[in-house]
Each structure stands twice: as structure tokens, then as C-alpha cells.
């Protein structure tokens, strides 16, 4: 049965809360004033959502709204890849909003089933609970129910990297990716074709969202509000360097489907959470708990980098601890074999960032890329250039490595006489543990004298370096 929507009534919510907006930021295209020093400018955020009040209202009242939101008219499914049907979706170990909402989205959209690839972050804890959206399983446990001889096929949603990919999925159960990243090193590869959907847009639910709509879908509020959230989060608040118009338009769309009504204060309240896991991280969670690897081939340049990325409110708390980070991130460094690590601090309030660096390669290799000035940001260190300003720059996918990308392209080589730094040293890495007395389970490295030639577990030293926040706990409490 499906419900009908009088297009002449109006929308109390007027198109994503621009009406609270204008209350809020001033009407009629003008700053709102309080008193006589103080001027309330209107955020990027709300200028978009107030820009594209009309396109986007126009978009909800045009949605087919029946009882069951999550049945598709026949008519519709014609035009549904069949692949998809029943398939499991899940996204990159490590991960955030995006791949968990984008997640939910596709598998309410195609019919399938949501997974998580690892525990989620604290931003993703936040938007589980402003929506109400239901909890997936972990892909492991979808996987062992089903058993081997029953095992489901599997769509990959915010990557298809085989270095992000949770280890437990079997490739050729692969049957399609939907995601927003660059084709780079260590993409996947299939024995037969598969359903592909990569846009160059700021996020994966972007895309979802869209497809909802083309499909006159309107997807049920819970779903929406965690799409919302993850493309407010992927586009740090539609200010981001990879922000298009689409991402805009489904702000817009998927506020007033949520009856937000101030954007602003939702993505404010947002970023809090996601920088409220940072003061219980140890320097093992900061180093890996963004961190992906790029593998490069060139004529001057063959090995594989990692580039972690901490995004934070207030980035001087994290500056505070460099003398713990750059241990850490040389230990990381000789751990997975890589020939550079880098870790970047973003300030998303601010949209500027700050680049460490463990060693001279690094150093050299980010004066390359990036042209910064290279300071010492710590007070123990030997080396007088471990920071580097950035500037503006924000983005790992458009901002950081496009640039170390490009710069290795045009024959960037190691220096000969660069000289020996502590990431060029043989260490002892250690292994990782779970301290027990710690509430949120901090992993914490832990440096022995013998190490057995085998190392950590590998699926126990994954475990360990993901979130350290309890989900169940977390709900729970």
C-alpha cells in the first residue's frame, strides 16, 4: 500500500532544517548579528543545505513511500543487479563510518547483509546511537555459520585493496565492489567479472544514497541517518578537498528525509565523538588505527609506504605525544617491511595538517612531495627535523598520496648519502598486548629480549591493533 504525500503541505523541516538554519545564521542571505561585536557566520554545511533546500525537497516528495520501505515495486527490480541479491557487504579492516553506513545502505538496498570487518570507532558508536540503526555482525562469525560449504558471496563496499581486505574473506567469493577510492596497488583480482560501481566522489555512501534515489527508493530513517553521518565524516563536514556536488545534494536530500534540524550541530556534535577514542589510544592504536599501505613500482622506487592518518579536534594533544608516536612508528615501519612511514594529524576544525616523520627517508621523500618546511616538533628527539606543516592539505586520497604518488613517478630515488636515521635501525618490535587493567582495553607494546622467529600471532596481532573500544560495552552502557 502506498502512502500519498501532499506535495502542497509544507515540510515543517523545510528541506533539511534550513528554516533553523536561517533562525540560527541570520535571514535572507545576511549573518545573523548578536549584540554589536559578535557575527554568527553561516558554515559551509548550512549554506549548502539552505542553497539546495528546494532541489532537495523536490527529490523526498518525489520518493515512493509504501509500508514496507525495504520492499522494491517489480518494476524496480528489473533494474537491480541480481549479483548483489542476498550478498554479504562489508567494507576495510580498520574501519570508520563510511564503510559500516555504506555497509547498511547497500545491503538495504540491494538485499543483502551488513557486516563489520573489524570493531568500530567511536564516531561510528555515535551515529549508531543518534539513529537507532541495528548493530552488524562481524563478517567472521557470518562466515563461520554459514559454513564452508554454504559460504555467501561478498561485496566489498569503501575498498578493494587486497592490504585493507579482512583476511577472512575468500576472493573468489568477491561478486562486487562499490566504493570512492583511486584503482592503486594491490587491487583486487578476479577469475570472472564482477559488479563494479566507483565513483570519484568524497564518499561511499554518497553513492549508495544516490542510488537509493535513482532507483525511487527512499530509504528508512536509520539508514539514511547513518548515510548522512558517514558523508559528513568522509567530507569533513562538506569542507573537505574531495567534496563534490553530489555530496552536497545528498547532505541535503538525506537531512530532510532525517528531519535534521540544525546540520550544524549534528556534524559538531559528531567530530566530538570521533576525536573522543584519541585520549584513550596508545601510541600502537594512533599509528595503526588509520593506516593503510601503498605499494609503488617505479624505475627509481620499488617498495611499499604506510600513511596513518589521526583526525582530531584539537591536534596539539596529539602533537604533545610525537616522543611516543615516533618509536612507535619506526617499530611499525620495521614490523610491515615497509620503506616509509608517514603519519598525518589533521585538524578538522581548522582543515590543517601536520605530517611526522621517523626518519630520513622520510623527510626526504615529504620535502619531495610536499615542498613544506621541516621543523623539530620534539624535545627528545636527535634529529632536528621530525614535523612538517602541510598546510591545507587534509586528504589522503586527494591530498597526500597523489603527491608522493606523482613524485615517485617522476624518478624520485633515496638519496646514497642520506644518512642512517632510528627507522633504518634493527630493531626489537616486540609484540602486542591487551593491558588488563586498562577500562578500554589499551594495546600497548611490549619489547622482550627474545622474540620467537616466528613473531606474533598474525590474526591475534590484527585483533589487537583495532579499535580498542568494546562495542557490546559501548551499547551496553
Not at 570507532?121 to 552488524?136: H, I, L, R, V
Not at 563461520?144 to 563496499?157: F, H, K, S, Y
Not at 601536520?354 to 627528545?380: M, N, R, V, Y
Amino acid at each position: 500500500m502506498t502512502t500519498t504525500i501532499d506535495h502542497h503541505e509544507p515540510n515543517p523541516h523545510h528541506g533539511g532544517g534550513a528554516e533553523a538554519l536561517r533562525m540560527a545564521a541570520g535571514k535572507d542571505g545576511k549573518d545573523k548579528q548578536y549584540g554589536v561585536d559578535i557575527t554568527r557566520h553561516r558554515t559551509e554545511v548550512e549554506k549548502q543545505v539552505i542553497e539546495l533546500e528546494t532541489q532537495a525537497d523536490e527529490i523526498v516528495h518525489a520518493l515512493e513511500v509504501t509500508e514496507q520501505p525495504n520492499n522494491l515495486l517489480p518494476k524496480i527490480d528489473l533494474f537491480l543487479p541480481d549479483v548483489l541479491k542476498d550478498a554479504v557487504f562489508v567494507g576495510h579492516v580498520v574501519t570508520d563510518l563510511d564503510s559500516v553506513a555504506g555497509a547498511i545502505g547497500a545491503a538495504c538496498l540491494y538485499g543483502g547483509t551488513p557486516a563489520l570487518a573489524s570493531p568500530i570507532n567511536s564516531e561510528t558508536m555515535f551515529a549508531f546511537q543518534e539513529w537507532g540503526a541495528k548493530m552488524p555482525q562481524y563478517v567472521e562469525d557470518i562466515l563461520e555459520e554459514a559454513g564452508p560449504d554454504n559460504q555467501p558471496d561478498i561485496c566489498l563496499v569503501d575498498h578493494q585493496q587486497t592490504s585493507q581486505l579482512n583476511p577472512c574473506i575468500p576472493v573468489d567469493r568477491i561478486v562486487g565492489v562499490i566504493d570512492h577510492h583511486a584503482l592503486q596497488s594491490k587491487t583486487i583480482v578476479t577469475d570472472k567479472p564482477i559488479y563494479i560501481d566507483i565513483r570519484p566522489w568524497g564518499s561511499m555512501s554518497t553513492i549508495v544514497a544516490h542510488t537509493f534515489l535513482t532507483h525511487k527508493r527512499r530509504p528508512p530513517k536509520d539508514v539514511a541517518g547513518m548515510l548522512l553521518s558517514a558523508i559528513l565524516s568522509d567530507t569533513l563536514n562538506l569542507l573537505g578537498p574531495t567534496t563534490t556536488k553530489w555530496d552536497r545534494l545528498m547532505v541535503a536530500v538525506l537531512a530532510d528525509i532525517c528531519n535534521v534540524d540544525d546540520i550544524q550541530l549534528l556534524a559538531s556534535r559528531q567530530f566530538k565523538a570521533k576525536s573522543r577514542d584519541l585520549a584513550s589510544l596508545s601510541a600502537v592504536g594512533l599509528v595503526n588505527g588509520d593506516q593503510k599501505s601503498f605499494s609503488f613500482q617505479a624505475s627509481g622506487f620499488n617498495g611499499e609506504i604506510g600513511f596513518a592518518v589521526v583526525e582530531t579536534t584539537d591536534d596539539q594533544v596529539i602533537l604533545d605525544r610525537i616522543d611516543e608516536l615516533l618509536p612507535e612508528m619506526v617499530l611499525c615501519k620495521k614490523e610491515n617491511g615497509y620503506t616509509c612511514i608517514f603519519l598525518a594529524i589533521v585538524n578538522i576544525v581548522k582543515l590543517h595538517s601536520k605530517l611526522l616523520l621517523c626518519g630520513p627517508t622520510e623527510q626526504c621523500l615529504a620535502e619531495a612531495a610536499f615542498g613544506g618546511t621541516i621543523i623539530s616538533g620534539s624535545s627528545s628527539s636527535a634529529d632536528n627535523g621530525n614535523l612538517m606543516d602541510l598546510g591545507n592539505r587534509v586528504s589522503r586520497k586527494k591530498d597526500f598520496i597523489p603527491a608522493i604518488t606523482s613524485t615517485i613517478k617522476k624518478g624520485w630515488t633515496k638519496p646514497k648519502d642520506i644518512k642512517r636515521g632510528p627507522s633504518s635501525l634493527d630493531l626489537d618490535i616486540g609484540h602486542l598486548e591487551v593491558d588488563p587493567n586498562d577500562p578500554y582495553g589499551k594495546v600497548e607494546r611490549v619489547v622482550s629480549d627474545a622474540i620467537k622467529k616466528e613473531g606474533p600471532n598474525p590474526a591475534k596481532k590484527q585483533k589487537l591493533r583495532e579499535s580498542p573500544v568494546s562495542v557490546e560495552h559501548e551499547l551496553e552502557g
